[in-house]
């Protein structure tokens, strides 16, 4: 990108947006996107947060350990892991957060890669609201850490809403890693997925 807008991170965020809006107005017609944004999450949040933080269906495919929520919990999370992330967003419905997004970065020889995670609470699975989040994300990460070159995503073999959700945003299916991380106390098989930032898929809205 030319002029003063490539020295102004917000303005290249929000035109890159626009150009996605509008995109997508012609690629999925059937779905009504207008309400889903991404943005900072807070304390304010807290109980809106807690409605996937202690949600069964959604804990059941997370990586960290099972433990008992409780609103402090959640406050405890935001201050000490949300807050200070790199890049962490709510993901939103009409401006309530009903999930969340995070690009997690690799540091040292990996930095040219980064590990995309997201949340949403079960009651909004199989809208497509997970899918237009990642497709936000994939928009415009690779102009906002230009020294990005990929962007992966794990995701248990047993879950396979995540992976359409990956395979719909434009990812590519790798394959199967074997015991990869612990859920739940026991080691899991993943699949990998990645998108590049010259993909073409990505490039598209640039």
Known sequence: MESASSCDPTHINEEL???????????????????VSLRLLDFTDVDDFMEWFAD????????CDT???SKEDAMRYIADIVIPHPWFRAICLNGKPIGSLSVSPFHGSNRCRGEIGYELASKYWGKGIATMA????????????????????VV????PGSQRVLEKAGFIKEGVLRKYYLLNGK???????S?????PQVTYFM
């Open 56 to 63: 069964d269906n959604v804990n059941k495919f997370c990586s």
């Open 195 to 199: 998108l590049l930032s010259t993909d």
């Open 67 to 69: 433990v008992t929520i």
């Open 17 to 35: 947006q626009m150009k996605f809006e509008e995109k997508m107005k012609f690629s999925d017609k059937e779905d009504d996107y207008s309400d």
């Open 134 to 153: 990642v497709k936000m994300v994939a928009a415009t990460i690779f102009v906002e850490w230009p020294h990005l070159e990929r962007l992966e995503a």
């Open 187 to 193: 080691a899991r098989d993943i699949v990998m997925f």
């Open 156 to 159: 248990a073999v047993d879950n």
